[in-house]
């Protein structure tokens, strides 16, 4: 508990002073580099021990659609720090205190469920992340579930 507390203190909390300006100027400048929110992703592991085994190679260099299931926001961790990845998630996300404009500085794209017609837009925003060669993760249930079943 200490020495997690200590790299919370002397180094998480650290580099989200320097990266979350950081990665927000990069955003606004609409430059595509995902260095920052990786070693974000990658410290979130090391500060909840998590132990993250990747086998194959993610796919790099050409547009890849990604689907999984979501057992919990620990996913989003995991695979964030090991992939260069553009997150699909629910509008409601984006009022999120904290976790919503952390999601927006990653270039999570949203989709408001209420509204049948935006899924068209929003699967247009992901053609164009794809089509500009980007890897885009949806997490088809559209929610976190226990895992023991796939929900519809």
Known sequence: MIARSLFFICIYLPM??????????????????????RLFHHCGCIFLGLKVTVI???????????????ISWTDIIAIGSVADVTFVAKSEIRDWFFVGFMASLQR?????????????????????????????????????DVGTHVLP
């Open 108 to 144: 999570t794209l949203y989709v408001d469920r209420r509204k049948r017609g935006d899924a068209g837009r929003a699967s247009r925003e992901m053609g164009q992340r794809l089509a500009a060669g980007g890897s885009v993760l949806l997490f088809a249930e559209g929610q976190s």
């Open 56 to 70: 194959g190679r993610p796919a790099t260099g050409r547009p890849t659609l990604l689907l999984s299931n979501h």
């Open 16 to 37: 989200m002073l320097i990266g979350i300006p950081l990665q927000w100027a990069i955003t606004r400048l609409g430059l595509d580099w995902n260095f920052i929110p």
